[in-house]
């Protein structure tokens, strides 16, 4: 018996896009936890002196903060610069009232969805949002730090955080920021993987595969 192909796939998602992708997500779980863990410390009992579980934690929260600095630094440079234009197309979507109307409908069983780009609109603005988010919580944890650890990279930005601390009404308004904001990525992560589920299964496409092979399978018409 001959095969016959009913699908052909295609490179979607470059390997810079999905090492990068995997880096942020474990960031943000790990930022997420030390994070809530620094602003409540249950794990010492307050009339003790053991103050290095903090220490530890408070270590990786830094060390997965600047991994996270870093990947939306180049992440922000990837989109306006990288070679694929398969995201910048999406922004096409965007001014398209049309495309806007398509995705809801889609999403209602409604017809299929055409889009320029690797995003729907509705999608794409919502990572936009979380982008200036993550990039919110690199400059205020980075206020953070610099009030923490006075020395070295601290003390280079020292000027500009104060700079910034007073622009935000001061350092208890850049702390309760940095805090309100770990919300917004909690929100964001629970639908994100739900939607990603949901649309491999609705659209009858790879969804959660790509972002790890980074092929997106298409039936042949
Ligand atoms: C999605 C990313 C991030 C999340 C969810 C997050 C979450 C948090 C939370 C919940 C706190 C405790 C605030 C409080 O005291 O109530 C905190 C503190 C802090 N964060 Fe982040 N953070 C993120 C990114 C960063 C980044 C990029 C840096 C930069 C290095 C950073 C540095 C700090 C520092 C220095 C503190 C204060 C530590 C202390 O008070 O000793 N954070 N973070």
Redesign the pocket.
Known sequence: MTQVATHHRELIFSPAIRIFHWIRALS?VV??AT??Y??WPFLVAPESSDVLVQGWI?FA??IF??A??SVTIVRFYLFFFGRSSIERRSVKDVLSINSWITQIKSYIWMGHLNKAGVYGPLQFVTYVGISLA?LF??IT??V??AN?YHEGFGGLIWEISAWFTALMGGLAQV?IW??II?WA?IVFMVIHVYMAVWSGIRFKHNSVDSIVSGYDYHKDH
């Open positions: 943000i930022l997420i994070g809530f620094i602003s408070r929260h830094v903060g600047f996270l600095t993550a919580m690199c944890g980075l953070l730090y923490v702390r940095h805090h770990t990525f």
